[in-house]
């Protein structure tokens, strides 16, 4: 039964958020007594119990075996997170701590292994970054190396500081003149644009062109459509699987070693980051939301990092339903808010 939280009285409500309240601090089913004591209000424990029991009956919390005590269900917690949480953001100290321990003058791959470190290490439990592929960074300056075989090897910089090498072969053999040539063409005309933007635009010239296709254009084309094919899709950086050991909260442990499996996989996850990535903001599954079996008893808190409104990933964290979502929220934002500052300015200058 899915009951809005407007739908349940100031009562209820109270009742609600002192349950869950408790329960994330202490991890034990909570009884009628002890609500009774912490909720502050001013009602028998009969009426407590009536009002737990419409509660039970609304899917917001169960009672585990034959305990006296409840505790929250997914939609218990998901009622807790969008109505009845008082959500902070991070003091500045918090966020000064944040911004002296990522490295946001190092490059991108050290920046978000960082991250996600810095993650596991604040909330005490997994953290998540998917790494964006090298095709969203602008590219800075390119060079050719001229092989045997008519192979060659292009050495790509991009503008967040990263140098790639990638082995092409071209259809004919280019003197080393070519393709030098051919390099002061691409850093002429090119440098500063994502390379989806030069596939674009070198094969627009080239059907400006027409007939008149010029000689270097000509080479352009062909080493540039060869140089900057589409490499290995996204990856994901884990840290923290430990962190979840010993802490279930009723999840067998079969359901850890799906979590984990899915660690190694990848691909599922990555479909869900994928997911989130399409929104703005933070994002939030509690348990089965996310439609992934793996997370049916844990949480995903996701946010997306980028650069002038692209959002090039997600960073987030995995932990058990019964975390404290005031605290692990604002530190993912914040996370991600400094990620995205860091990738604008760029990496600081050798």
């Not at 918090?94 to 991250?115: N, Y």
């Not at 650069?307 to 995995?318: D, E, H, N, S």
């Amino acid at each position: 039964m899915n009951i809005p939280s407007q739908h349940l009285d100031a009562r209820a409500r109270q009742l609600l958020r002192t349950l869950i309240a408790r329960y994330i601090a202490e991890g034990q089913p909570i009884g009628s007594r002890t609500l009774a004591k912490a909720s502050g209000l001013d009602v028998s424990p009969a009426t407590i119990r009536n009002i737990m029991s419409d509660l039970e009956e609304f899917g917001l919390v169960a009672a585990p075996h034959t305990s006296a005590g409840r505790i929250p269900t997914s939609q218990g917690y998901r009622v807790f997170v969008d109505s009845l949480l008082e959500m902070r953001p991070l003091g500045e100290p918090e966020v000064e701590q944040l911004r002296r321990e990522l490295p946001t003058d190092a490059s991108t791959p050290d920046l978000l292994g960082s991250a996600t470190s810095l993650l596991s290490e604040m909330t005490h439990f997994v953290g998540v970054v998917s790494v964006p592929r090298r095709e969203e960074f602008p590219f800075r300056h390119i060079d050719f190396v001229q092989l045997d075989g008519g192979r060659v090897l292009v050495i790509l910089v991009f503008t967040d500081g990263q140098v790639q090498n990638r082995v092409i072969a071209t259809q004919r053999t280019y003197a080393p003149a070519e393709l030098e040539q051919v390099a002061n063409y691409l850093n002429a005309n090119f440098a500063g644009m994502r390379i989806d933007e030069i596939r674009t635009r070198l094969l627009r010239e080239m059907q400006d062109e027409g007939a008149r296709l010029n000689h270097l254009l000509a080479a352009a084309v062909e080493v540039a459509q060869a140089a900057f094919q589409d490499s290995a899709g996204n990856d994901m950086l884990v840290s923290g699987h430990a962190n979840l050991m010993g802490r279930q909260d009723g999840a067998d442990v079969d359901r850890l070693r799906e979590l984990f499996e899915a660690f190694q996989r990848k691909r599922d996850l990555l479909q869900l980051l994928e997911r989130c990535s399409r929104a703005e903001g933070v994002r939030l599954f509690i348990g089965e939301e996310s439609g992934f079996s793996a997370l049916g008893s844990y949480s995903l808190v996701t946010a997306p990092y980028g650069v002038g409104g692209r959002v090039l990933g997600v960073l987030g964290v995995i932990g058990p339903t019964r975390m404290a979502y005031e605290r692990v929220i604002p530190v993912v934002q914040a996370t991600a808010q400094i990620i995205s500052g860091a990738l604008k300015r760029g990496p600081a200058t050798p």
